[in-house]
């Protein structure tokens, strides 16, 4: 017999969105959490952990206990992670950890971005106008900073940073440069191919109260260059990407069963059935193909098999959807087809709902908890961090899992991918050597012309380079897929030639 005291499960949610770009970073997050704790009674006093996925926007470095304070939550742990979106399942998955071996009852999580509030002082001040900063949180007064959890490592190296590679619309479209070249596409070809899925995505996005572009969107209209939907870097236009100045905040409660009977929840409970988490090998260019992910295949494979599910029996999912070909990479990875019925986001996806920084998955738990409960089976929840470098996946179910919260285990599989890293050279300092393009983009400037071509090319002697083209052929390489292209690398920073 399940031990209810030990069988997790969300009970509660809340989000929140402005649009007036005047929102308080502290005051939305708040806001979201007031609304999840809506109608709890006193769970805030069973509450003994509060987390928060990392917040880029300007708040205090305290900002979980300082929401523990406002609630009046004495909780005995208190942080806040660094960067990525895998994080608000890896908190979740964490917290039905903690529940289900005893060491607590009930778990907060919650996050916020108020980006656009900043960008719209910024704009402001750029007109001659004073608006006032946010003000400090009075609720972190004399707190000690929370402290930060997650590998701190940064997400490129730095051959990366050399060749000009740190903004994610810069990087995630050399990932789709390989997937077109694989199934023969042309950078518009392959705009014509993902543009149908994005386009029911803001679908979904049309009908959710809380999307930041809550308009829908044809595939012509997300596939076609124009002056509002420029080029970015090529394949990607402007509708193709995540959006992330917003003002979003949400807020998660994740108890046990037994909490949430003592409170009258248990039946809006949604039950933590798995979860999985594993990497891919850390920087892009050392991986052996971008155009897949076996770190997305190991999680959500394991994550499947303790459940004792198949993805068939999957209802509905959020995969992260940061760019085009992260929901490519997972529907490749879970065996599913890209036009498959169920659809691919229950909030609709980064680009149209919104990116809030390392927050965006919590938005998706808290709307996977509210679909499962209507179509009464599973859901699953994609997360991802940096460059398609981190993933957490969970499964959720609108029924208890017979054997209780499981957590799938990736261990071997992690050692068996950290081990397939191909080497890496800063450069060539004296000699040149040849190469094959395995992964590139054309970013643009705001009138669509080159101002850089990255490549990671594999050399022939096995070992990959990460270079930019020489200023000479920049111009020339307009429009155009470099992968299996032969090319010629010399120096530090490495350049490359294209062969003829």
């Known amino acids: 017999m399940i031990d209810e005291s030990r069988l997790p499960v969300v009970i509660a949610s809340g989000q929140q969105v402005d649009r007036e770009g005047t929102a308080s970073a502290t005051e939305l997050m708040a806001g979201a959490t007031e609304d999840a704790l809506a109608g709890t009674g006193d769970l805030a006093k069973r509450i003994g952990m509060v987390t928060t996925a990392g917040i880029m926007s300007k708040i205090s470095a305290a900002p979980s206990a300082a929401l523990a304070r406002r609630f009046g939550i004495s909780p005995s742990v208190t942080d806040t992670t660094n960067v990525g979106g895998n994080f608000p399942q890896w908190l979740t998955s964490r917290a039905a ?79 789709e440069s390989a997937m077109a070249a694989a199934a023969g596409r042309d950078f518009q070809a392959q705009r014509e191919h993902v543009a149908p899925f994005l386009s029911a995505f803001s679908e979904v996005a049309a009908k959710n109260p809380y999307a930041w572009f809550p308009q829908v969107r044809s595939a012509g209209e997300i596939s076609t260059i124009t002056p509002e939907n420029r080029l970015v870097s090529d394949p990607y236009t402007k509708l193709m990407t995540a959006f992330i100045q917003v003002n979003q905040a949400a807020a998660v409660v994740v108890t046990s069963l037994a909490v949430a009977r003592e409170i009258g929840r248990a039946d809006s409970a949604v039950f933590l059935w798995s979860g999985a988490d594993c990497l891919d090998v850390w920087y892009p260019s050392a991986r052996p193909d971008v155009a897949v992910s076996p770190g997305i295949r190991a999680a959500g494979g394991a994550a499947l098999q303790v459940a004792g599910v198949t993805i068939d029996d999957i209802g509905a999912f959020d995969l992260y959807s940061c760019f085009p070909c992260a929901v490519e990479l997972a529907a490749d990875a879970l065996g599913l087809s890209i036009d498959d019925e169920r659809g691919f986001t229950v909030t609709g996806g980064l680009p149209y709902f919104g990116g809030p920084g390392n927050n965006y998955t919590l938005h998706a738990i808290a709307a996977m908890a509210e679909r499962v409960r209507e179509i009464g089976t599973f859901g699953l929840v994609s997360g991802l961090g940096w460059y398609a470098t981190k993933h957490s996946i969970g499964i959720y179910g609108a029924t208890p899992p017979p054997d209780g919260w499981r957590r799938g285990d990736t261990s071997a599989r992690q050692t068996e991918i950290d081990e ?41 002697d096995g070992k990959r380079a990460v270079g930019t083209v020489v200023d000479g052929e920049l111009a020339g390489l307009k429009g155009v897929n470099l992968v299996g292209r032969r090319v010629t690398v010399e120096g530090t920073p490495a350049r490359f030639h294209v062969a003829s």
């Open 97 to 175: 950890d903690d529940i289900a071996a005893g060491r607590l009852d009930a778990v907060l999580i919650a996050g916020v971005e108020t980006l656009h509030t900043q960008r719209t002082r910024q704009k402001l001040r750029q007109q001659g106008a004073n608006p006032p900063d946010e003000a400090p949180d009075p609720f972190a007064e004399g707190l000690v900073p929370d402290p930060i959890i997650g590998d701190p490592r940064a997400g490129v190296s730095d051959t990366e940073l050399a060749a000009g590679l740190v903004a994610p619309v810069n990087i995630y479209p050399m990932f």
């Open 420 to 460: 397939t890293e191909i080497p890496v050279v800063p450069g060539l300092d004296s000699n040149s050597a040849g190469g094959t393009v395995v992964a590139s983009t054309v970013i643009v400037d705001n009138d669509g012309e080159p101002v850089n071509v990255p490549a990671f090319i594999t050399l022939d």
